[in-house]
């Protein structure tokens, strides 16, 4: 029986680590076969959206609209953090709102989100899902706020931003809200 709660080897640590930071190295150079084979199968959960991106195709797609919102989007990595089965990586991500993003007009305004993405795997070592969390809120509040909300001019494209806000989790993935309780017996 394999205890969950087991600390992995320095070796697997180090292994994990490396392949983190070089799956966020490769986003930066937007090198998305070598992003991509980092996963045995490209999976990525957005929570504050509740999308699922699943298999290589829908992972590209993901990585194509959001280069098109934010064509410079980087990432200052605040600290990493290994747990049983997973690397968990706190960054700052930047970039300038240049092109649609879901129904979120651009808005040419810069943004920094803290954010924290679980890389989590599998009893193989394989890396199967990333897992992200951020405050979509303090991302809207940088997109628009760049925006002179006194113009009466800037009001439809504030507007349409919150709507688009509302829509990205309007249908929300079964996978991310129909979630068993974990189970802490053991």
Do not use: C
């Not at 490396?18 to 070598?34: A, M, S, T």
């Not at 951020?134 to 706020?145: A, E, N, P, R, V």
């Amino acid at each position: 029986m394999t205890d969950r709660f087991a600390i992995p080897a320095i070796e697997v640590l180090r292994a994990r680590e490396k392949l983190v930071l070089d799956h966020f190295h490769d986003e930066v150079r937007q090198d998305w076969d070598d992003v991509l084979a980092t996963f045995p199968h490209p999976h990525y959960e957005i929570i504050p959206t509740l999308t699922v991106h699943d298999g290589d195709t829908a992972v590209r797609d993901y990585y194509h609209d959001t280069r098109i919102a934010f064509p410079d989007q980087d990432h200052e990595i605040i600290a990493m953090r290994h747990s049983a089965d997973a690397v968990i990586v706190e960054f700052w991500l930047l970039g300038t709102h240049l092109g649609p993003l879901g129904s979120i007009p651009p808005t040419g305004s810069r943004h920094r989100t803290r954010m924290t993405a679980y890389f989590v795997f599998d009893e193989q070592e394989n890396l199967v899902v990333e897992r992200i969390y951020f405050d979509t809120l303090s991302m809207l509040k940088q997109l628009i706020g760049g925006l002179n909300l006194r113009d009466p001019r800037t009001w439809p494209l504030v507007i349409r931003a919150l709507r688009g806000l509302l829509a990205m989790s309007r249908d929300p993935n079964p996978l991310l809200v129909n979630t068993p309780p974990a189970d802490l017996s053991a």
